[in-house]
């Protein structure tokens, strides 16, 4: 089986759905739109695996994002235990977040948190021999972030280059950031952003289609046309549509990579 559309990154586990997640799920199956919905911390993790195994459009990631529950302690092995779920496809989303830092201070103390909880994570993902789900958001003005990431990637790459491999989601990064991610091997997945601004444009163009992913993101930053509603799976054709345009290709090719670059990467057959 073969969907139309691949959502690589949604949270439609989360509670912004509880009411009536049936409903959006529903929508999906009458499109043929599947998705991965990721987990934060260990709650969402363990939500996402459960809805993964309710519906057979919906996969799930598991992890600790690094910034939205900063009390959590990491439970290496709560995660072990869900990632023996075949319904498990990746590690995440993990990563470095430095977006909501106030001062040079403060950033000292939560690079000292960050790091060593993205390792942790990337240890467990070579352990179950699985892809990562990377979150990077950089200072303003800065490619903070991603730096920092791109330097844990290149130091774990050069013991583990085959099994080491996955995603950064919400790219946006420059030109010269997501080469150095291809070059690592991992792919960029884009949200419903591009279709309101032209950020992200001169990226798009550069990177090859077969290392691009659409995805939502949802509930957050829903897409034009739908501003303005809570966002959902089945709008990731508007990411897709956006993508064709910027890049010149047919919709109809670029639906198809993006739905194979998804079941590639992430191991989906
Ligand atoms: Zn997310």
Redesign the pocket.
């Known amino acids: 089986m073969r969907p139309e559309y691949f959502d690589a ?1 949604s ?1 439609i586990s989360f509670e912004g759905f509880d009411t009536d997640r049936a409903e959006v799920i529903a929508r999906m199956k009458e499109r043929n739109v599947w998705t991965i919905t ?1 987990g ?1 911390d260990r709650e969402t993790s363990q939500k996402a695996v459960d809805t993964s195994e309710l519906y057979e459009e919906v996969f799930a990631c598991i992890g600790q ?1 690094p910034a939205d529950n900063r009390a959590e302690a990491f439970d290496a092995d709560f995660y072990r235990a869900l990632l023996s779920n075949k319904r498990v496809v990746a590690v995440g ?1 993990c990563g470095i977040d430095y977006f909501r830092i106030k001062d040079a201070e403060m950033k000292i103390k939560e690079k000292e948190r960050q790091v060593p909880l993205f390792k942790k994570q990337i240890e467990l993902a070579l352990e179950f021999d699985k892809p990562l789900m990377i ?1 990077g958001r950089p200072s303003p003005r800065t490619m903070d972030a991603y730096e920092d990431i791109l330097e844990i990637l290149t130091s774990y790459g050069k013991t583990n280059k085959s099994k080491l491999r996955g995603n950064i ?2 790219f946006a990064g420059n030109v010269d950031i997501a080469k150095q991610f291809l070059t690592l091997g991992f792919t960029l997945s884009f949200t419903g952003v591009i279709t309101f601004t032209s950020d992200y444009d001169e990226v798009i163009k550069a990177v090859p289609l077969e290392m691009i992913m659409s995805e939502t ?1 949802c509930p ?1 930053v829903t897409p034009v046309p739908h501003r303005g509603v809570r966002n959902e799976s089945i709008y990731v054709e508007e990411v897709v549509k956006r993508i064709a345009q910027l890049k010149g290709d047919n919709v109809e090719v670029v639906k198809m990579a993006m739905v194979s670059n998804a079941m590639r990467v992430f191991d989906i057959r």
């Open positions: 990154h949270h990721v934060c994002h989303e979150h989601h919400f993101d957050y």
